[in-house]
């Protein structure tokens, strides 16, 4: 008898089928351009900042939706691909995101986070008014599939989820990054809000809110500086 399920049913990181290696054989790039390759990157990425003041201007659709799919492409546990990207323009639920985000914000720095981390945050500017969320032209969010959820209800469990999720939006603000965005990376605590805003099903947790867009004009960012490479590589 033939198989008759819809293919969103029996989704499978191999399409269902056993296991069945391929081969892969890129192009080897040669040393020298390698390095080329290397320092070139390492001085863009150098050039990241963390933007809290976004100027309204719109971004092309396209850009965003090649950035989410670089993030996609991002290795996973048992290549399950955790995730779900939830591109959000419109700009009364921005709104109600940020009024949700600014009350949990507000009770955080009104005591929820203790002093120590109250403390560390005061160097860098921070506060529970969040303007980022409606000044940048769109939001990201993030979501971990905790499990995978048929419509018929089936589950199947998703193995090293938080790490999965945790690379793709490291790839995600690369990406960003280097199409010429800036973009911040907000995880209010809790975050249940933004699955019930977003009408997400019940095996999404948020991880991330990343709103994006052009720095303002009149942008300022923490005058901070980065670890050496020294402090951060142990070489054996």
């Given at each position: 008898m033939?198989?008759?399920?819809?293919?969103?049913?029996?989704?499978?990181p191999?399409?269902?089928?056993?296991?069945?290696?391929?081969?892969y054989?890129?192009v080897?790039?040669?040393p020298?351009?390698?390095?080329a390759?290397?320092?070139?990157?390492?001085?863009?990425?150098?050039e990241?900042?963390?933007?809290r003041?976004?100027?309204p201007?719109?971004?092309?659709?396209?850009?965003?939706?090649?950035?989410?799919?670089?993030a996609?492409?991002?290795?996973?546990?048992a290549?399950?691909?955790?995730?779900?990207?939830?591109?959000v323009?419109d700009?009364?639920?921005?709104?109600?995101?940020r009024?949700?985000?600014?009350?949990?914000?507000?009770?955080?720095?009104?005591?929820?986070l203790?002093?120590?981390?109250?403390?560390?945050?005061?160097?860098?500017?921070?506060?529970a008014?969040?303007a980022?969320?409606?000044?940048?032209?769109?939001?990201?969010?993030?979501?971990?599939?905790?499990?995978?959820?048929?419509?018929?209800?089936?589950?199947?469990?998703?193995?090293?989820?938080?790490e999965s999720?945790g690379?793709?939006?490291?790839?995600?603000?690369?990406?960003?990054?280097?199409?010429?965005?800036?973009?911040?990376?907000?995880?209010?605590?809790?975050?249940?809000?933004l699955?019930?805003?977003?009408g997400?099903?019940?095996?999404?947790?948020?991880?991330?809110?990343?709103?994006?867009?052009?720095?303002?004009?009149?942008?300022?960012?923490?005058?901070?500086v980065?670890k050496?490479?020294?402090?951060v590589?142990?070489?054996?």
């Amino acid at each position: 008898m033939s198989d008759t399920t819809p293919e969103h049913r029996r989704w499978s990181p191999t399409h269902g089928e056993p296991y069945r290696p391929t081969p892969y054989r890129p192009v080897r790039v040669p040393p020298e351009e390698s390095l080329a390759r290397a320092a070139r990157l390492r001085q863009r990425m150098d050039e990241r900042r963390t933007v809290r003041a976004f100027s309204p201007d719109p971004v092309p659709d396209q850009v965003l939706r090649d950035a989410i799919a670089c993030a996609a492409t991002a290795p996973s546990g048992a290549h399950q691909q955790p995730w779900t990207f939830v591109l959000v323009k419109d700009p009364e639920v921005r709104r109600r995101i940020r009024e949700a985000a600014e009350h949990e914000e507000e009770l955080s720095y009104d005591g929820r986070l203790g002093e120590e981390w109250l403390a560390a945050l005061r160097p860098l500017g921070t506060d529970a008014v969040k303007a980022h969320m409606t000044d940048a032209p769109a939001l990201i969010v993030v979501f971990q599939q905790r499990h995978w959820l048929g419509e018929d209800g089936t589950k199947r469990k998703h193995y090293y989820v938080d790490e999965s999720v945790g690379i793709a939006v490291g790839m995600l603000l690369s990406a960003l990054h280097l199409s010429g965005l800036a973009a911040l990376v907000h995880t209010p605590s809790p975050m249940r809000f933004l699955g019930e805003v977003l009408g997400r099903p019940s095996n999404e947790k948020a991880f991330a809110v990343i709103p994006v867009g052009h720095p303002a004009d009149d942008c300022e960012v923490p005058d901070l500086v980065r670890k050496s490479l020294d402090q951060v590589l142990v070489e054996v």
